[in-house]
């Protein structure tokens, strides 16, 4: 595709929201359209919501603060016009601090004249909808409470997202006047004496909530059998909370510096901070304005949780007002996709089909049996093996002795660092699979990591990851290329299954010629893996032992 092609999907947006206004441009040309790549982005520190209120008062925003945005927006127009965005490609969206404004309808027609960008002022229940679809945007699939914290409100609503289709409460969100700006100012207002009667008012009101959203009999029957209702959270102070769990993981320090699909248990959901207010901007991602809302945040997930109580798991999503923007933008035909296949498909080899076919049959088959030591359903999925396929040769040009490092990082900080979507389950997990399809030889300080990611995935996980990124380079090094032409097709054949001692038994049948010792090689690396040497922990860790044969008819 020519790049004038690609300038087409270019779509620019401007969030002003209430704590600050956020610029990017994303391309949402295919095959990558689903993960709404970011090809610019800034944020510019004016607080709108913080901009109207003097001594507690409610005031007009000041020709100041109006000068400042105005200007950031033309240093924006410049950058579109670098990016060559077309100019129907570009958007300003306010949200609820200009909606309320006092002199709302002024600072629209000012930044209208000075950019001619007109304002898109967002309905309260509009703002609910599109902040519920960015987080829609942010999993592939979507079952729970989905709760989003503004500056001056939270929106609260349920969710089912499933293959595209987003289905909420007909009635749209719930907003309540619990934004982190402004329950920090009713906090300084009430005092330490009036914050248990407004803690009972914020529940009590989340309690009616949940009643007025009709929440389906199927997920509230999902949850008594999970053990709760699973919470998604968006918006900037819940995603700093979300940075603060993330410095106070079990798993020090934790792997996956991404608050996208970031998730942990209700057990982890409100910890002792006692030690933490000491010095929280030393958190990585908590500013100095971040810092001084977590006692705000605090006190609303005291809140939350006392009106929620049955709550099993919490994610946290990047997605809000832009990715929702963004997402509903796209064909349902887009949005049905899954973002892992998305966000990998660009690098998939001419025979991704054959090859995965492969793949897939060198992993053994689900058993009837009592002791479970099956490969996790999430790594034999269509998904998660035509990613891995796509993946195969992403890291073929680099030199030798970073391979497995570069794929053991790509997906947090290398080729799908930036993709939308995942959570950090499958970035693990994949990255596992990744680093041994290319031998998994790290220098000291990629295994420190690699023995974090371990320590997320699971050992079960880790050493299966181990089996499947084995075979993976096995087949990676049989067709270098890619390409396994139409008769070879005919020539292979891969089978996998188990023993009665429960070891995992796989046979190579491969009538090709001129494959030298590849086949040979893959047999017996794969063998490798299950050593208890090799296990994931060591002898005393977790493996299965595998019996590899390489025959050279085809029955």
């Known amino acids: 595709m020519s790049h004038h ?11 002003m929201g209430s704590n600050g206004i956020r610029f990017s441009i994303s391309d949402l040309s295919p095959p990558s359209a689903r993960v709404m790549p970011t090809i610019y982005q800034d944020r510019c520190g004016i607080s709108l919501y913080d901009a109207q209120y003097q001594s507690g008062k409610k005031i007009p925003i000041p020709q100041l603060v109006i000068d400042e945005l105005v200007a950031a927006l033309l240093q924006f127009r410049r950058t579109c ?5 077309p100019g129907n490609r570009v958007r300003v969206v306010a949200t609820e601090a200009t909606r309320n404004a006092v002199n709302s309808e002024d600072l ?18 509009d703002e609910g909808r599109i902040g519920a679809m960015g987080v829609a945007s942010s999993f592939d699939s979507i079952r729970g409470l989905v709760l989003d914290l503004g500056g001056g409100s939270i929106q ?4 089912v997202s499933k293959d595209g289709e987003v289905n909420t409460s007909p009635k749209g969100a719930v907003s309540f006047p619990y934004g982190a700006a402004a329950l920090m100012m009713r906090l300084g207002e009430v005092g330490a004496e009036g914050q248990s009667s407004l803690r009972d008012e914020m529940s009590a009101n989340f309690e009616t909530a949940l009643d007025d959203l009709d929440i389906p009999k199927s997920l509230l029957e999902d949850a008594e059998d999970e053990g709760g209702l699973t919470l998604y959270l968006s918006g900037g102070g819940l995603r ?11 798993i020090n320090p934790y792997p996956i510096p991404i608050i996208n699909g970031f998730r942990v248990p209700k057990s982890s959901f409100l910890p002792n901070l006692d030690d933490y207010f000491s010095d929280p901007e030393s958190t990585f991602r908590i500013s100095a304005r971040r810092a001084s809302q977590v006692p705000a945040i605090t006190f609303l997930i005291k809140a939350l949780t006392q009106s929620i109580p049955s709550v099993s798991y919490i994610h946290f999503a990047q997605g809000g007002i832009r990715e929702g ?15 892992l296949v998305a966000a990998t498909r660009s690098y998939a080899p001419v025979s991704t089909p054959a090859l995965f076919e492969i793949l897939q049959n060198s992993i053994p088959p689900p058993r009837n049996s009592a002791t479970q030591i099956d490969p996790p359903s999430t790594m034999t999925s269509h998904t998660f093996l035509i990613s891995i396929v796509h993946l195969l040769y992403a890291h073929a040009s680099f030199p030798k002795d970073i391979r497995a490092a570069a794929a053991l990082r790509s997906t947090t900080t290398g080729l799908l660092g930036s993709a939308h979507g995942l959570s950090h389950i499958d970035r693990a997990l994949l990255a596992l699979v990744l680093c041994e399809r290319w031998g998994g030889d790290l220098s000291p300080t990629d295994e420190q990591y690699l023995s974090k990611i371990q320590e997320l995935a699971g050992p079960q996980a880790s050493w299966w990851a181990k089996y499947i990124g084995r075979s993976a380079g096995g087949i990676g090094d049989l067709f270098p290329a890619g390409v396994i032409r139409d008769k070879d097709e005919r020539l292979i054949r891969v089978e996998a299954g188990w023993t009665e001692h429960e070891s995992v038994d796989l046979r190579i049948k491969v009538a090709m010629e001129g494959v030298g010792g590849a086949v040979e090689d893959w047999r017996r690396g794969i063998e490798k893996v299950g050593k208890k040497k090799n296990w994931v922990g060591g002898r005393d860790g977790w493996g299965v032992k595998v019996y590899a044969v390489e025959e050279k008819k085809l029955d």
């Open 5 to 15: 092609a690609d300038r087409m999907h270019y779509q620019a947006l401007v969030d």
């Open 81 to 85: 016009e670098d990016f060559q965005v």
């Open 108 to 125: 629209c027609q000012q930044i209208e004249r000075a950019t001619a960008w007109r304002v898109e002022m967002l309905a309260k229940e």
């Open 156 to 159: 609260m609503t349920w969710m």
């Open 240 to 250: 700093g909370w979300g940075y603060i769990l993330m410095s106070l993981h079990s």
């Open 325 to 339: 923007l963004l997402f509903s933008s796209l064909p349902r035909a887009i949005q049905c996709q899954s973002p």
